[in-house]
């Protein structure tokens, strides 16, 4: 038998690219059931949609491009991209909605520049963007958690997938369409109250959604999915796929603002408002995590995070639009590269590190 | 003279950057105590086991030679002599195949034994710790012993340290942070007297002042042997013994440099530049058989291990440098059928052999015969997600993810700034990929593309400049040659001066002269006759042009007649 002819190491640990995207999909699962739990089953019909798209855009792709389907399928990273687009995504969103922003994450902001590892940008978040700027009516309904809902036809198996089919459920007063069953989001709904220059406690009593913890003021399915998020990321922190530097930076960025502001401004909200509403955890350990677009150096990262942290709390308050993950992780997404250049760590017997690319 | 002897044992407060722990596998050869491998039929011995220049033959095809005896000289600066590792005839000079990764043959002596195995006599230095460094650099040099640890450098000219930077501080590599690897363990458990005073003499050799042992944690007996005998010996050297964590590639030189003083040898530099010289165990007890025995080096301590072994003969062996690897694994009874990749060196760093009828070398430290299972193939290659795992395991804090990118878009000058020529190849980048990316093999092919870029470029800038030079002479010499030409001319012209005046037709008065340019003119003119006379004859071509040429030189004869008739009548 001939001798194999390699070349060294020889030997190599049992971590692929396939089990970390298959670990990242597990830590999420228990936030999605979380969320599933509060705000209906639209939630998990959304991320199985938004995962069979996504497997047959990059499969569709993958063949025009002429390379191994099965081979670069099993990677897992579509199956991620989709299921992190699929929980920033209203549990009401009718299939083309999810449709479009899965295609558009896959063809052209993951493929177009190359697949997996190549792209720029988050695809699920420039996915997300697309959406949130395409369709603003569609993206910034939510069903209020279950509850404190009305009513939670919407909330049923049935409710949503006839939602997911036609955009309405039909009672027995006839046909209901969405708007009937949904409300802003507790970010939105707080700027809405400070647009109104209502106190705290009368945007409270108006709109049940805000919630209260303890005098915090964090809305009930937020608040769990959140809390269920940050567990899975602290799943993932032990088991090495991530590395504390970018949630770290990231949410004591979005903390120190946040205490900031309350101090002076209460109604911007308190910063476990901030740090337990909207994407906060689903960004802090998935998506800003996410290696590709990342920065890479330690420094880097906690700039990355650190960056992301302000601009988050920056347009939430300032912007025009209630949640500002998607945008505050693109714009760093666009300065990674600058930013590893600038970071590089100092090597081994270097009496300081080289910075940028002029210090030749 | 018996120094203050002062033994101290602390466990490192340093740690590494980054590292990996691999699964480390050394309880397959560990167990089982040093034994002895038979003397092989044929010895096989490269003339260039060593770094630097090839060594030359000194013996003859046919010659009879004796174990110990030297068969090969060390040639120029760094290089090793070579030695019979048993006594026999030699069989033949020539090209062999040996174990390096580029599979090229080279210069080989082979010697077939006689089985008797005798030893020329050795001469062993009588109280070595009151000789000259000097004297004990010699008998080093002599012995042709080289760095055991895998480099193979000449360890004579490295431990000459007034040829580079004075040291003060002997650091004894004893980490042995690969997995598989025990050569150093076993030994170190059963001849740790021996190598604690080998690497006092080398300490003596080097004028070093103190001795420091970095050992990893894995190895408690090896650990309780050193400290006995550092409790028991005559110390001639403050020692200290530092027990490290298990970390791979704490065993690096740069790396043990960290871990043990706290210092970085600078980029490009050497541990000399710290006052710190690093020395491996097998070196040490080599250096003890040559100074206290007066033995060439022609044996080592080799693990052979791999599960194509039978369990009961993986271990560690004293093996004669020499000896072909296959009749080393037959006579072990390797499972033929199981082996499938043959590893020289480390799973690590080491490299896989294609020809089993290599020899073991004087650097040849270990042979893992492994099988599929134990050593699987790699899975293919995906893209980089950049999840930075190489960058968090890097012992150099390098990033290897970038110069991964940048080595595949040859940007050369971007390799550089990210300090490329920093990367020690220890395969941790690789180890960790979860894309399966041969990260090393990537940065191999860099630095070489980058060498060889630099060395055409040195060349072409050297054909460059040889070429403005020449040019440069050419034009002088030109210049020399012109100004002498119109300095010549000069000096003509000056004792002719009417010289240039007499040139013209009209001013001669010579007869003679006048007559041969009358000639020449008539000779012109009846040639331009015929020529007219052919192509009227031949062609319907326009003679008209040919006619009025004719015309005028029939006049400038006639001209010139005159001239000539009229001098003549003057004469």
Request: aromatic letters at 8%; charged letters at 15%.
């Amino acid at each position: 038998m001939p001798l194999m002819q390699l070349t060294s190491p020889h030997t190599k640990n049992n971590v692929s690219t396939q089990k970390m995207m298959l670990e990242v999909i597990g830590a999420t699962l228990l936030g999605a059931g979380i969320l599933t739990y509060h705000f209906g089953w639209g939630i998990l019909i959304n991320v199985l949609w938004a995962s069979l798209v996504a497997l047959g855009c990059e499969a569709l792709v993958l063949k025009i491009r002429r390379k191994p389907i099965s081979f670069y399928l099993r990677d897992g990273s579509a199956l991620v991209t989709a299921l992190l687009l699929a929980l920033a995504i209203p549990p009401t969103a009718p299939w083309w909605l999810t449709l479009v922003g899965t295609a558009f994450a896959i063809i052209i902001a993951k493929q177009l520049y190359g697949g997996l590892g190549y792209n720029p940008f988050n695809p699920a978040m420039a996915g997300y963007a697309l959406l949130l700027i395409s369709y603003p009516v569609e993206m910034t309904s939510w069903l209020p958690p279950r509850s404190i809902a009305e009513h939670t036809q919407a909330h049923s198996l049935q409710g949503a997938l006839q939602l997911f089919w036609s955009g309405a459920i039909s009672t027995q007063t006839g046909l209901k369409t969405v708007d009937a069953f949904t409300s802003a989001t507790t970010l939105d709904t707080l700027k809405t109250a400070r647009t109104l220059s209502l106190t705290l406690e009368e945007a409270t009593a108006q709109n049940p959604v805000l919630g209260s913890l303890s005098g915090w003021m964090v809305a009930p399915g937020w608040f769990w999915s959140n809390l269920a998020f940050l567990t899975g990321g602290l799943y993932l922190l032990k088991r090495k796929h991530i590395t504390w530097h970018i949630p770290l930076s990231f949410l004591s960025a979005l903390t120190v603002t946040a205490s900031i502001a309350y101090y002076f401004k209460p109604t911007l909200g308190s910063p476990i408002f901030h740090l337990f509403s909207g994407a906060t955890m689903l960004c802090a350990f998935f998506i800003a995590t996410d290696p590709v677009s990342a920065a890479t150096s330690q420094q880097g990262k906690l700039i990355y995070g650190t960056g992301i942290g302000l601009l988050t709390y920056i347009i939430r308050t300032f912007g025009g639009y209630p949640d500002a993950v998607a945008f505050a992780v693109l714009l760093l997404n666009l300065a990674a590269p600058t930013i590893d250049y600038y970071t590089q760590p100092r090597s081994y017997g270097h009496k300081k590190a080289k910075k940028g690319l002029h210090s030749l | 003279m018996n120094h203050q002897a002062t033994f101290t044992k602390r466990n490192s407060q340093q740690q590494l950057p980054g590292g990996i722990h691999p699964p480390e596998r050394k309880t397959l050869s560990n167990v089982a105590k040093l034994r002895q491998a038979p003397i092989p039929n044929q010895l096989v011995l490269p003339l260039n086991q060593h770094l630097g220049s090839v060594a030359k033959p000194i013996v003859t095809v046919g010659q009879k030679v004796l174990k110990g005896q030297q068969i090969a000289a060390a040639q120029g600066r760094i290089s090793a002599n070579v030695h019979a590792s048993t006594s026999g005839t030699v069989l033949d000079i020539g090209l062999y195949a040996i174990a390096h990764p580029s599979n090229l043959p080279t210069t080989c002596i082979i010697i077939q034994s006689d089985g008797q195995d005798k030893a020329i006599d050795y001469n062993p230095i009588a109280d070595p710790f009151n000789q000259t460094p000097e004297t004990l650099r010699t008998a080093i040099e002599t012995a042709g012993i080289i760095g055991l640890g895998g480099a193979g450098f000449p360890s004579a000219h490295k431990t000459n340290t007034q040829a580079h930077k004075p040291v003060h501080t002997l650091l004894l590599n004893a980490v042995e942070c690969e997995p598989y690897i025990t050569a150093d363990d076993i030994s170190l458990r059963e001849r740790n007297r021996e190598i604690i005073t080998g690497c006092q003499l080398l300490c003596r050799a080097s004028g070093a002042t103190s001795i420091k042992i970095g050992i990893e944690d894995n190895k408690p007996e090896a650990i309780a042997a050193l400290e006995h005998s550092l409790t028991q010996e005559i110390l001639h050297y403050p020692v200290e013994l530092t027990v490290v964590p298990t970390q791979y590639p704490s065993g690096g030189e740069k790396q043990l440099i960290q871990l043990l003083t706290g210092l970085e040898v600078p980029a490009k530099g050497l541990p000399t530049d710290l006052g710190l010289l690093c020395h491996n165990v097998g070196t040490a007890y080599a250096v003890y058989r040559a100074i206290e025995l007066g033995e060439p080096l022609i044996t080592r301590v080799t693990t052979l291990t791999g599960e194509a072994l039978p369990a009961q003969a993986r271990g560690n062996y004293e093996v004669r440098i020499g000896t072909p690897i296959k009749d080393l694994l037959t006579t072990l009874q390797t499972h033929w059928q199981n082996l499938n990749r043959l590893i020289m060196g480390g799973p690590m760093m080491g490299f896989t052999l294609q020809n089993l009828n290599v020899p073991v070398v004087k650097t040849t430290n270990c042979l893992i015969a492994a099988t599929q299972t134990e050593l699987p193939t790699s899975e293919p290659e995906q893209t980089c997600i950049r999840c930075g795992h190489c960058a968090e395991v890097c012992p150099a804090s390098l990033l290897p993810q970038q110069l991964y990118w940048h080595t595949k878009a040859e940007n050369h000058q971007a390799l550089v700034q990210h300090n490329l020529f920093d990367c020690i190849e220890c395969g941790a980048c690789a180890y960790v990929c979860p894309s399966h990316i041969p990260l090393v093999q990537y940065y191999r092919f860099a630095k070489g593309e980058i060498r060889q870029h630099q060395a055409e470029t040195t060349k072409s800038n050297r054909a460059r400049q040889r070429f403005e030079a020449r040019t440069a002479r050419i034009e002088q010499a030109k210049a020399q040659r012109e100004a002498q030409r119109a300095a010549h001319r000069k000096k003509v012209s000056d004792q002719r001066p009417s010289a240039k005046a007499q040139t013209s037709i009209e001013t001669i008065n010579d007869p003679e002269a006048l007559k041969n340019a009358f000639l020449k003119a008539q000779k012109t003119w009846l040639d331009a006759q015929k020529a007219l006379e052919y192509s009227q004859k031949n062609s319907p071509a326009d003679t008209s042009k040919l006619e009025v040429k004719i015309e005028k030189l029939k006049t400038k004869a006639e001209q010139a007649k005159t001239q000539w008739e009229q001098a003549k009548g003057s004469n």
